[in-house]
């Protein structure tokens, strides 16, 4: 077709509306071994997948708060030639640099949530001060027992900021998880138990959620993949 | 040759499929309608949300139906008050909603599989009424003489957003016409472009704004145009185009409303 002075139209800039994805992380002594080793696999997996989804992996932002002995966020970032700020630990996934969790230590499960929230709350806050649109925020938790420090408090926070629509919230049960008190966590969804140690598969899974999410239109309820990577309890 | 028409409005419109439904096979689910009355030009633009199977035919008899109710509300000519016009776009809304029931009743499906979302307005010498329930966006050129080009484009119209970019409202919810914005601008606008929000991040700036450096050239592409029909295919192929699409893969749609000078005949 001939030119036209259409040609000469420019886009604005603007930033890719976020989905802002909190891993809690259990990294207490008895994931040291092949279970740290799987899970250190799966977050390389996870980026990855997501980055071959080039929308998803400008929009997908991760921040990831392990849990053993203590809790507080790492620093995910490639480019690190900034300070590094606790509070703010998001990045996308186009420049989030897979860590190397080691463990050690026990569980502090009910800091976790109640950090992995805070988080959540105040990326909020960044995004409506930066004119940035997000997605539903996503929590997914990962441990292999059960919480040693004070919970209750935290699975309440976390049952009404669901109820409120506030968070989408996940817990995985690795072999040797108490899944009945983590069963407590949510009002929405059951805990999923790992097959084995199939961290690979569930990080397949959680990228080609999330990547639904992040095309997802208004009016779409992005239908998740199936879950292969979870035992059925008979 | 037919006897040509006295016209005050230039119109030009495309909708085009967004690469993500080329990929998977679904079909353009943007959709619009236009037409001059009275002099005055009324525009509809739908946008059908992505998982309802029907929605492509939903935008289309929405912004159909929405047309239909505006012309029969202007023939009379531009209302003299801005007041009826709340009531001509609750009437021109609820025709395009019943259109849907109707619709879904007749193919024994929910109203929601024909979900669409509905931007209208009305554009004369004497002013511009736009109605919003959705997430397009209206932007309205009023020259104010100034040196100040950024000054002369404003927003008339903007997406109704839940707190999550993938939430707004559709003209199939029951609670739809509760949700309905009208607005009533007494400025002479001398051109008017309504859009989907496949465009939004190319479009506005980080203010919110019409990003005039779009809206430029698009003016002037509307005033260069002799044929419409030709201008139309212009238009599609400007919005298929590689440049675009590499911005985003959703539908498009633009509608461009232009006053041409006094006595001009089709």
Same mark, same amino acid.
């Given at each position: 077709?001939?030119?036209?002075?259409?040609?000469?139209?420019?886009?604005? =800039?603007?930033?890719?509306? #976020?989905?802002?994805?909190?891993?809690?992380?259990?990294?207490?002594?008895?994931?040291?071994?092949?279970?740290?080793?799987?899970?250190?696999?799966?977050?390389?997996?996870? %980026?990855?997948?997501?980055?071959?989804?080039?929308?998803?992996?400008?929009?997908?932002?991760?921040?990831?708060?392990?849990?053993?002995?203590?809790?507080?966020?790492? +620093?995910?970032?490639? =480019?690190?030639?900034?300070?590094?700020?606790?509070?703010?630990?998001?990045?996308?996934?186009?420049?989030? +640099?897979?860590?190397?969790?080691?463990?050690?230590? =026990?569980?502090?499960?009910?800091?976790?949530?109640?950090?992995?929230?805070?988080?959540?709350? =105040?990326?909020?806050?960044?995004?409506?001060?930066?004119?940035?649109?997000?997605? #539903?925020?996503?929590?997914?938790?990962?441990?292999?027992? %059960?919480?040693?420090?004070?919970?209750?408090?935290?699975?309440?926070?976390?049952?009404?900021?669901?109820?409120? %629509?506030?968070?989408?919230?996940?817990?995985?049960?690795?072999?040797?998880?108490?899944?009945?008190?983590?069963?407590?966590?949510?009002?929405?969804?059951?805990?999923?138990?790992?097959?084995?140690?199939?961290?690979?598969?569930?990080?397949?899974?959680?990228? %080609?959620?999330?990547?639904?999410?992040?095309?997802?239109?208004?009016?779409?309820?992005?239908?998740?993949?199936?879950?292969?990577?979870?035992?059925?309890?008979? | 040759?037919?006897?040509?028409?006295?016209?005050?409005?230039?119109?030009?419109?495309?909708?085009?499929?967004?690469?993500?439904?080329?990929?998977?096979?679904?079909?353009?689910?943007?959709?619009?309608?236009?037409?001059?009355?009275?002099?005055?030009?009324?525009?509809?633009?739908?946008?059908?949300?992505?998982?309802?199977?029907?929605?492509?035919?939903?935008?289309?008899?929405?912004?159909?139906?929405?047309?239909?109710?505006?012309?029969?509300?202007?023939?009379?000519?531009?209302?003299?008050?801005?007041?009826?016009?709340?009531?001509?776009?609750?009437?021109?809304?609820?025709?395009?909603?019943?259109?849907?029931?109707?619709?879904?009743?007749?193919?024994?499906?929910?109203?929601?599989?024909?979900?669409?979302? *509905?931007?209208?307005?009305?554009?004369?010498?004497?002013?511009?009424?736009?109605?919003?329930?959705?997430?397009?966006?209206?932007?309205?050129?009023?020259?104010?003489?100034?040196?100040?080009?950024?000054?002369?484009?404003? *927003?008339?119209?903007?997406?109704?957003?839940?707190?999550?970019?993938?939430?707004?409202?559709?003209?199939?919810?029951?609670?739809?016409?509760?949700?309905?914005?009208?607005?009533?601008?007494?400025?002479?606008?001398?051109?008017?472009?309504?859009?989907?929000?496949?465009?939004?991040?190319?479009?506005?700036?980080?203010?919110?704004?019409?990003?005039?450096?779009?809206?430029?050239?698009?003016?002037?592409?509307?005033?260069?145009?002799?044929?419409?029909?030709?201008?139309?295919?212009? *238009?599609?192929?400007?919005?298929?185009?590689?440049?675009?699409?590499?911005?985003?893969?959703?539908?498009?749609?633009?509608?461009?409303?232009?006053? *041409?000078?006094?006595?001009?005949?089709?």
């Amino acid at each position: 077709m001939a030119l036209t002075v259409l040609d000469q139209a420019e886009f604005a =800039d603007n930033p890719e509306p #976020r989905c802002p994805v909190v891993l809690l992380l259990d990294t207490s002594g008895s994931m040291h071994g092949a279970a740290i080793g799987e899970l250190n696999e799966g977050l390389r997996a996870f %980026k990855e997948a997501i980055q071959a989804d080039r929308l998803a992996a400008l929009r997908v932002e991760v921040a990831i708060l392990p849990f053993g002995g203590s809790v507080k966020p790492i +620093d995910v970032r490639a =480019d690190t030639s900034t300070a590094f700020e606790p509070g703010q630990p998001f990045v996308i996934v186009d420049g989030f +640099d897979p860590p190397i969790l080691t463990a050690n230590g =026990d569980t502090p499960m009910g800091s976790a949530v109640r950090q992995g929230l805070q988080l959540l709350r =105040d990326r909020k806050e960044i995004y409506k001060a930066n004119s940035v649109d997000y997605f #539903r925020p996503w929590m997914f938790l990962i441990t292999d027992g %059960k919480p040693t420090d004070e919970w209750h408090a935290s699975s309440q926070l976390l049952r009404d900021e669901e109820a409120r %629509k506030g968070v989408i919230f996940f817990a995985v049960g690795v072999e040797g998880a108490d899944l009945q008190i983590l069963g407590q966590f949510s009002g929405q969804r059951a805990p999923l138990r790992l097959k084995g140690l199939a961290f690979g598969e569930l990080f397949q899974w959680l990228s %080609k959620s999330l990547s639904a999410v992040a095309h997802s239109r208004p009016g779409e309820q992005a239908p998740l993949p199936p879950v292969g990577w979870a035992q059925v309890d008979t | 040759m037919t006897t040509s028409t006295l016209t005050n409005w230039r119109l030009l419109g495309a909708s085009v499929t967004g690469t993500s439904h080329t990929k998977s096979g679904l079909p353009c689910q943007d959709a619009h309608a236009y037409c001059e009355v009275a002099g005055c030009a009324l525009i509809a633009v739908a946008d059908g949300a992505g998982s309802a199977e029907r929605s492509a035919e939903g935008a289309q008899r929405a912004s159909q139906a929405a047309l239909a109710a505006m012309a029969a509300a202007l023939s009379g000519g531009w209302p003299a008050t801005p007041e009826p016009w709340r009531d001509v776009f609750a009437a021109a809304y609820a025709a395009a909603k019943s259109e849907l029931e109707q619709l879904a009743s007749a193919a024994g499906r929910p109203s929601r599989a024909f979900a669409t979302t *509905l931007l209208c307005a009305g554009i004369s010498d004497q002013g511009l009424a736009v109605a919003q329930l959705g997430d397009g966006v209206a932007a309205a050129f009023a020259p104010t003489g100034g040196a100040n080009a950024a000054g002369d484009w404003f *927003l008339a119209a903007q997406p109704q957003r839940g707190e999550y970019a993938n939430e707004t409202y559709f003209l199939s919810q029951d609670d739809a016409l509760q949700h309905l914005e009208v607005a009533v601008y007494a400025e002479p606008v001398r051109a008017l472009a309504l859009m989907t929000d496949g465009l939004l991040r190319l479009v506005l700036n980080g203010q919110r704004q019409p990003h005039v450096p779009f809206f430029e050239p698009l003016l002037a592409f509307g005033v260069e145009v002799d044929d419409a029909a030709q201008g139309n295919g212009q *238009l599609a192929a400007f919005l298929a185009s590689e440049r675009v699409c590499a911005r985003t893969d959703d539908d498009k749609t633009v509608v461009l409303a232009l006053r *041409l000078p006094p006595g001009f005949r089709a």
